[in-house]
């Protein structure tokens, strides 16, 4: 049974810098797409961010470029989201989301929903100004 557990969210002040991680026990980690996504109340899930393996170009959604940084570690089965220069319009339920085992790099992670067959519950992020 594929499980994915975010941990990290929390309440920041704007301006202010969050850690995300998200360990998975899907089998294999390695070779899939890991992304992360959000959710604002009222609002549609986005991507926020997408890696393949840790020497690949990394995906992001053009409001967090610059400031948020997903990074992972294949040998804990983790995936992080670094987070900076936090906005009171970041605050959502960030999710986990693993993508398909493929055969090797084929490019960019998709940052589309639809893309991802394995979700975790999520964290919530709350910015305030």
């Known amino acids: 049974q594929v499980e994915l557990v975010e941990s990290g969210g929390t309440s920041v002040q704007a301006g202010g810098s969050l850690r995300l991680a998200c360990v998975a026990s899907v089998d294999p980690f390695r070779r899939r797409c890991m992304g992360w996504f959000r959710q604002a109340p009222g609002k549609e899930r986005e991507g926020v961010a997408a890696i393949y393996t840790a020497g690949s170009t990394p995906a992001y959604g053009d409001s967090v470029k610059g400031r948020f940084t997903i990074s992972r570690d294949n040998a804990k089965k983790t995936v992080f989201l670094e987070m900076n220069g936090l906005k009171p319009e970041d605050t959502g339920m960030y999710f986990c989301?693993?993508?398909?085992?493929?055969?090797?790099?084929?490019?960019?992670?998709?940052?589309?929903?639809?893309?991802?067959?394995?979700w975790g519950q999520g964290a919530q992020v709350t910015v305030s100004s």
């Open positions: 989301a693993a993508g398909v085992l493929t055969v090797g790099y084929v490019g960019p992670c998709s940052l589309l929903r639809s893309g991802y067959n394995y």
